[in-house]
Nanobody, 124 residues
Framework: QVHLVESGGGLVQAGGSLRLSCAAS?????????MGWFRQAPGAEREFVGA????????YYADSVKGRFTISRDNAKTTMYLQMNSLKPEDAAVYYC????????????????WGQGTQVTVSS
């Protein structure tokens, strides 16, 4: 069973940076073929932010964060990171990490495992 725990959220001023972490236990190259970051602002639907393949060779980003956010994984593949730079007020949301056993549909919500989320607040 895969267990995901996010951390690193907080309050930051617009233009600032934050690094989120997703600690993954129970992951294998099958159960965590792809891992992703999603976010959900109050009153809005959960949306795709970015995703990475197990090998780390493929990364994908939403247009709204391209050039500002970077996803990475540690060599042991137990932790995934989301480096967020040049943050904007519209980036404020609860951020979730997720894992799935396929690279198909990495940019959709069809993931098998989800964390509990971490709050990111951006002040203007």
């Amino acid at each position: 069973q895969v267990h995901l725990v996010e951390s690193g959220g907080g309050l930051v001023q617009a233009g600032g940076s934050l690094r989120l972490s997703c600690a993954a236990s129970g992951c294998t190259f099958i159960s965590c073929t792809a891992m992703g970051w999603f976010r959900q602002a109050p009153g809005a639907e959960r949306e795709f932010v970015g995703a990475v393949t197990w090998s780390g060779g493929g990364t994908y980003y939403a247009d709204s964060v391209k050039g500002r956010f970077t996803i990475s994984r540690d060599n042991a593949k137990t932790t995934m990171y989301l480096q967020m730079n040049s943050l904007k007020p519209e980036d404020a949301a609860v951020y979730y990490c997720a894992a799935k056993n396929s690279e198909f549909g990495m940019t959709t919500l069809r993931y098998d495992y989800w964390g509990q989320g971490t709050q990111v607040t951006v002040s203007s």
